[in-house]
């Protein structure tokens, strides 16, 4: 669940300018569209902004993570000669985009059926004690924040969750704790899956339905 769209809170900044590394990644995401269509750059420059101010954020004391204020949304719909509704309209519909500050890492549980059916309850109750903050908040250093999210498309790994542009796979309360107390300290935990399987091979190992069907002398 994304927190409230707000273009009037006092969190928001005044103004926002694509800083010089920036400038260069927008550029190449508008030219690559024919001339007339730049609007279609939306999407990426969105992308960009909130990792700039990302890379902001990190820098910052208390640290943050990124996300899109309505300056940065203004200054888009002035690049893509938009009106700047049609780009609200883009950032309030995705979740990929967040409207509010978030934490430097950015845990979205899925807890779409697969996921529920596998224990996705058990990770967010782990991870929501282990942290003290819940569902949509963050805690008070600024390191996490919680939210939870529909499927994303790694059901066959459940439950799982993504943290930041990565995901996490194959999880237990036990291993969720792990990946956020490596987070915690800036280390880069394994991503995927948390128990050694392949990709998506079957938990049970490369030869687990022949096995399943000797077992059940059906070969
Ligand atoms: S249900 Fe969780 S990734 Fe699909």
Redesign the pocket.
Known sequence: MKKPFDLHADYQPESFEFNKKFKKSVKEAIERYPSGRQQSAVMPLLDLAQRQIAEEGAASNPIYGGWIPKAAMDHIAGLLDMPPVKVYEVVSFYSMYNTAPVGKYLVQF???????LNG?NDIITATKDHLGVGVGETTPDGRFTLMEV??????V????VQINDDYYEDLTPDNMREVLNSLSEDLKPTIGSQTGRKASMPACGPTCLSDQAKKAKVV
């Open positions: 899925c807890s779409t059926t697969p996921c529920w996705s529909e499927c994303l498309g790694a059901c790994n459940a439950p799982m």
